[in-house]
């Protein structure tokens, strides 16, 4: 258990449907972040929030839109996928401020674009 | 850019060996550096870390080797056991201040 909780663990969809993962943090960070994780790929980062604001947009697509309410939860919206964008979904969180910063990560959700 | 490779794919050790885990990393500015591992099904955990001041460190049957002269990381697992079989993989914390993965080796452990 590393404090970072991801739902759901697996998803199947439809390149015309919408959907949405969750983050959950429970560690008191202030930063939350959406990785991507291809097969025998490095982790790509997709997004970071700061205490709620977004302070990073890798060059995403936009059919992938995240939304951070609070510090302790992050979302990610997903419409009109792409086969390509199969792949497991990881939050994780750390707290911003010192020098290099640990990242927690959930367990990630593994998404099937059919 | 910023990149951090592994210098193999793949590694298998036998129950009890100890295994060294490579990385180069390109980026002499990067102070920070992690090592995580990954089991199937799950996100990477944090193993240990070290700083640009230090050029070795250890945790738990685990140390970390920081040469900044050739840009190069490794890990050491002491007595190898088969809890260990995983993905291992590095990061850097350079001038982007965001964390650049590699791409990860495939420790098996053999009985």
């Known amino acids: 258990e590393t404090g970072v909780t991801q739902t759901p663990r697996h998803l199947v969809m439809g390149m015309t449907n919408k959907k949405s993962l969750k983050c959950e943090q429970h560690?008191?960070?202030?930063?939350m972040y959406w990785y991507k994780q291809s097969a025998k790929k490095p982790l790509e980062l997709m997004f970071v929030?700061?205490?709620?604001?977004?302070?990073e947009n890798n060059s995403v697509p936009s059919r992938f839109s995240p939304e951070c309410p609070n510090s302790s939860h992050l979302f990610l919206h997903l419409h009109t996928l792409q086969p390509e964008d199969s792949a497991l979904y990881l939050c994780?969180?750390?707290?911003?401020?010192?020098?290099?910063?640990?990242?927690?990560f959930g367990s990630g959700t593994q998404l099937s674009v059919l | 850019g910023e990149s951090v490779g592994l210098h193999l794919p793949t590694l298998s050790v036998q129950e009890g060996d100890n295994s060294i885990i490579n990385c180069a990393y390109s980026?002499?500015?990067?102070?920070?550096f992690i090592w995580y591992k990954q089991e199937s099904g799950k996100g990477p955990q944090f193993i240990i870390d070290?700083?640009?001041?230090?050029d070795k460190r250890q945790g738990q049957r685990v140390t970390v080797l920081l040469n900044k002269t050739v840009k190069h990381l490794s890990l050491q697992i002491a007595a190898t056991q088969p809890g260990d079989s995983a993905v291992y993989f590095c990061?850097?914390?350079?001038?982007?201040?965001?964390?650049?993965f590699g791409s990860g080796t495939q420790l098996t452990v053999l009985p």
């Open positions: 994780a969180s750390s707290q911003r401020g010192g020098q290099g910063e640990k990242l927690f």
């Open positions: 560690l008191g960070h202030n930063a």
């Open positions: 929030y700061n205490f709620k604001e977004q302070t």
């Open positions: 980026n002499s500015a990067s102070d920070y």
């Open positions: 070290i700083r640009s001041n230090m």
């Open positions: 990061a850097e914390h350079g001038s982007a201040r965001q964390l650049t």
